[in-house]
């Protein structure tokens, strides 16, 4: 599998020199397989790009969002593959009572928010909930379960070719919890991201920073390297950045985690937008 990250940036996308260096764009992360398979996992504003990129050379694309927070569907409006005719678009996403996925779409693709009505998308495109069990997308099978975060929101594990990516980019494992000693089964998100060969994970917060924002869903830095320990992923991106840290600071962050994570098994890196990662098992 073939992982770039689109968007690493959480809440909302940030310009400016000061974060040219992780890059501004809100979460998507784009998975292509061996035999062509095209998956993209949330559509924040890095799907904008990502759009672009496959624009005229895939018919059919997969887009699994997590939840509906604005930061990881804004750039699903600026997908350049669901205004041509010629690409069948498949949207996944959260199941909801009384209520599909479409119409709670529908509210963000749509006046006064939009100018485009979401019937009127020249493509193909489907509004499909995630279903309870796995499921197969080309070559790849996925399983999704709810995590621990504001609203109903998935955490997804896609597994091809021998290899496995957990994405886990909205995610407050530790909240009410010791993460370095409770149960595994007791743990948010441990079930999907166990010995993943890459797992992409929310750090948004400092550990300084954690104690005014927690139960605001996201992790702070000691929780994500503990629940990265926890998984055993052979490779962590620290991902989900918040808006307000600029490069310096995440340089910072990341120093820090290298140093705590010295003695640890697998890697771990602050995710930075436009990264590939080649997985081979």
Same mark, same amino acid.
């Given at each position: 599998?073939?992982?770039?990250?689109?968007?690493?940036?959480?809440?909302?996308?940030?310009?400016?020199?000061?974060?040219?260096?992780?890059?501004?764009?809100?979460?998507?992360?784009?998975?292509?397989?061996?035999?062509?398979?095209?998956?993209?996992?949330?559509?924040?504003?890095?799907?904008?790009?990502?759009?672009?990129?496959?624009?005229?050379?895939?018919?059919?694309?997969?887009?699994?969002?997590?939840?509906?927070?604005?930061?990881?569907?804004?750039?699903?409006?600026?997908?350049?593959?669901?205004?041509?005719?010629?690409?069948?678009?498949?949207?996944?996403?959260?199941?909801?009572?009384?209520?599909?996925?479409?119409?709670?779409?529908?509210?963000?693709?749509?006046?006064?928010?939009?100018?485009?009505?979401?019937?009127?998308?020249?493509?193909?495109?489907?509004?499909?909930?995630?279903?309870?069990?796995?499921?197969?997308?080309?070559?790849?099978?996925?399983?999704?379960?709810?995590?621990?975060?504001?609203?109903?929101?998935?955490?997804?594990?896609?597994?091809?070719?021998?290899?496995?990516?957990?994405?886990?980019?909205?995610?407050?494992?530790?909240?009410?919890?010791?993460?370095?000693?409770?149960?595994?089964?007791?743990?948010?998100?441990? %079930?999907? #991201?166990? /010995?993943?060969? =890459?797992?992409? @994970? $929310?750090?948004?917060?400092? *550990? !300084?920073?954690?104690? +005014?924002?927690?139960?605001?869903?996201?992790?702070?830095?000691?929780?994500?390297?503990?629940?990265?320990?926890? %998984?055993? #992923?052979? /490779?962590?991106? =620290?991902?989900? @950045? $918040?808006?307000?840290?600029? *490069? !310096?600071?995440?340089? +910072?962050?990341?120093?820090?985690?290298?140093?705590?994570?010295?003695?640890?098994?697998?890697?771990?890196?602050? %995710?930075?937008?436009?990264?590939?990662?080649?997985?081979?098992?």
């Amino acid at each position: 599998m073939r992982v770039k990250l689109w968007g690493v940036r959480g809440s909302i996308p940030v310009p400016g020199q000061d974060a040219a260096g992780y890059g501004g764009n809100t979460s998507c992360v784009g998975i292509t397989t061996g035999d062509g398979t095209e998956l993209i996992l949330d559509a924040g504003s890095g799907i904008r790009g990502l759009g672009a990129a496959i624009s005229g050379r895939c018919r059919h694309v997969h887009v699994l969002l997590t939840h509906l927070h604005l930061d990881h569907i804004q750039g699903l409006t600026f997908f350049a593959p669901i205004f041509d005719p010629e690409v069948e678009v498949t949207v996944w996403g959260p199941p909801a009572l009384g209520r599909s996925l479409r119409e709670r779409l529908a509210r963000f693709i749509s006046n006064p928010i939009f100018p485009v009505e979401i019937r009127d998308l020249p493509a193909r495109v489907h509004f499909e909930d995630v279903p309870g069990g796995p499921w197969r997308i080309g070559g790849v099978e996925v399983k999704a379960a709810q995590v621990a975060h504001r609203g109903l929101t998935l955490g997804y594990r896609l597994t091809a070719e021998g290899d496995s990516v957990c994405y886990l980019p909205d995610h407050e494992p530790g909240l009410g919890q010791d993460l370095t000693s409770s149960e595994p089964e007791w743990i948010s998100g441990h %079930a999907l #991201a166990k /010995n993943a060969s =890459l797992l992409i @994970h $929310d750090c948004q917060y400092t *550990d !300084a920073e954690y104690p +005014a924002h927690q139960g605001y869903g996201h992790s702070r830095l000691s929780d994500a390297l503990a629940f990265a320990s926890r %998984a055993g #992923a052979r /490779n962590t991106q =620290l991902f989900h @950045h $918040d808006p307000g840290h600029d *490069d !310096a600071q995440l340089d +910072a962050v990341g120093e820090e985690a290298a140093s705590v994570w010295s003695s640890g098994a697998g890697t771990v890196e602050m %995710a930075r937008e436009g990264r590939v990662i080649e997985l081979a098992a």
